[in-house]
Every structure is written in C-alpha cells, then in structure tokens.
C-alpha cells in the first residue's frame, strides 16, 4: 500500500469521525425531511409536466384522427361527384393524417405509462414522508429524552465527586465531633456536680459521727442527724470539769499501782 493510500485513508477516517461527532440527531432529522420534501416538489413537477405532455399528445392525436375522418368525407365527395383524382388527393391527405395520429397513439400510450408510474412513486413518496415525519417525532423524542438522561448522569457524577459535596462531608463530620465534644462536656459536668453533692453529704456524715462521740465523752445526748449542737458557754464549762476530775482519778489510780 502506496503512502498517498494510507494517508488518504487517515485523512478520510478523521473526517468521518469529526463528522459523526458533529451529526446532531434532531437537526440531521429535520434535514432529512426537507430533502424527502424538495424530492417531493420535484416529483409533483415532474408528474405535472408528464401529465401537461400527456395532454398535449393527446390533443394532437385528436387533430389527427378528426383530420383523418375529414379527408374521408372529401375523398367520398369527390368521388360522389365524379371527380376521381380529388377524390384520390383526398385519400392521400387522409392516409397522411392517419399515420400521425397512429404515431401519436404509441408516443400517448408511452406517456400514459410513464405518467402512470410517475403517480405511483409520487404516492409512494408522500407515504414515505408522512411515516418519515411520524418516526422523526418519535425520534426526536427519544434523542431528547436521552439527552436529558445523559445530562442528569452526568451532573449526577459530578455531584458525587466534586468539592461541593466533599466540603458538605466535611462539614458534617465536624458538626458531629462538635455535637460529641457537647455531649462529653455535658456528662463531666453532671459529674462534677454530683462529686460536689456527694462530698457535701459525706462531710455531713462525718461532722454529725464527731458531734455524737463528743456528746457521748461528755455524756449528753445524741444530737439529731444534720443538727450540730449549739454552742453554748453555760454548759461547755461543766462539761470540760468532768472531763478533768476523771483525768485526776485516773492519775491517782495509776500513782497507787
């Protein structure tokens, strides 16, 4: 294979594919119908100048044969009135006419056929056309909604990759490590009050145990619990004299061991 060859191929195919990547379904449709219609128009034309030469033929083959019958009528006259040689001029001319409109006959049963076939392409044609228009709406259709599909995958795609979306995810995951950092922050606190509350009631408990020892060293009563006993001077005093006086009996009992 000769390089012009391959190169002419190469160059070919481009065009091929840049053309085919070009072709717009609807416009190419669209296109193609006003083609069929110009065919149309022209086969209309054309059937319309058959049937006009039809006609035409027509009308002289009419001549013909009416010229025909009018040399007959003559010739029989001339004969009728003796006149043989205008009689036989007559026939000649009759003869004459006869043969134009047997020649006409061929040339108008021709016509007739052909404007014949012209009509029935012409009907073809049309029938062509309106199932044509007909699948081109329903194409037309379909290439849109194809369009429309191939669009929304695509924007849909896009959605599912772009930085849009990823910053929405990131977003969202910082919301829940906030919303985690809350509810963390919420339970510490909570517990820290209640240590706060739990060490309130134990210091109560210990304070409320001290108070009853110390009534029992003094031999008072038991004080309420979440009651301290009052501090009053009148009977702190004899309290700590007891205190004393057993102290010195304890002394002289170990001074006489």
């Known amino acids: 294979m000769g390089l012009f060859d391959r190169v002419s191929r190469v160059i070919r195919s481009n065009l091929n594919a840049a053309v085919s990547s070009a072709e717009d379904p609807e416009k190419i449709l669209d296109q193609a119908i006003i083609d069929m219609q110009e065919d149309l128009v022209q086969m209309r034309q054309a059937v319309a ?3 006009a030469s039809q006609k035409r033929q027509q009308q002289q083959y009419n001549r013909a044969q009416t010229e025909a019958n009018n040399w007959q009528q003559r010739a029989q006259l001339a004969l009728s009135k003796g006149d043989e040689s205008l009689a036989r001029e007559a026939l000649v001319r009759k003869k004459a006419q006869t043969d134009t409109a047997a020649s006409l006959k061929t040339q108008l049963d021709q016509q007739s056929a052909s404007v014949e076939t012209l009509k029935r392409n012409l009907i073809a044609l049309e029938s062509k056309i309106a199932e044509a228009k007909t699948k081109k709406d329903m194409l037309k259709a379909r290439a ?6 191939e669009q929304l995958q695509s924007t849909m795609g896009r959605l599912g990759t772009s930085s849009a979306m990823g910053a929405f995810e990131r977003m969202e995951e910082k ?3 906030l919303e985690a950092r809350s509810e963390a922050a919420a339970e510490i606190a909570g517990a820290d009050l209640e240590s706060q509350f739990a060490a309130l009631e134990a210091g109560s ?3 409320f145990e001290l108070e009853a020892m110390k009534a029992q060293m003094l031999g008072g009563a038991t004080p309420d619990q979440g009651q301290l006993p009052a501090a009053d001077a009148s009977t702190a005093e004899p309290a700590d004299k007891a205190v004393d006086d057993e102290l010195e009996a304890l002394k002289s009992q170990l001074d006489q061991l």
């Open 49 to 51: 100048g058959a049937i």
């Open 144 to 149: 849109s909604a194809a369009k429309a599909n």
């Open 175 to 177: 919301i829940l490590q």
């Open 205 to 207: 408990d210990v304070d």
